[in-house]
């Protein structure tokens, strides 16, 4: 996986990588200065990608690897104090959060999902 500064974004996986309300695809990526994890899922047949922190308390939300989604499919959880957020804003939609999560642009053509970058965004540098 190569980065890419243009605008065509970043390869991030296969589009049938990502299953309406299943498993997120995790990724890495360089928010405000300080190396985040990330993670991507589909919703209502759209790819939404979110920093893996909740506004609640700063610490990944996910119960058991890249599992993000309540029983439901409706809603993304933090694991940990219950902060609920809708899957294609992040907005806050229940629980102890404060605001909405911090979205990731995506795009998703030919069969591929990409990240793009941003001021405050960009890949991890190794």
Known sequence: ?????????????ASTDLVEGGRAVPFDVCFAREN?????????????AYLNRCT???????????????????WLLCATHGAAYQPDTGSCAGGPCRGGLVK???????GTVRWHTADNLQPVEF
């Open 1 to 13: 996986m190569t980065a890419h500064s243009d605008n065509s974004g970043i390869e991030l996986c």
């Open 36 to 48: 985040c994890r990330a993670f991507a899922i589909r919703f209502e047949g759209q790819v939404h």
């Open 56 to 74: 609640h308390v700063p610490m990944e939300m996910d119960y058991q690897a890249d599992q993000f989604f309540d029983d439901t499919g409706r």
């Open 104 to 110: 990731i642009p995506l795009s998703e053509s030919d």
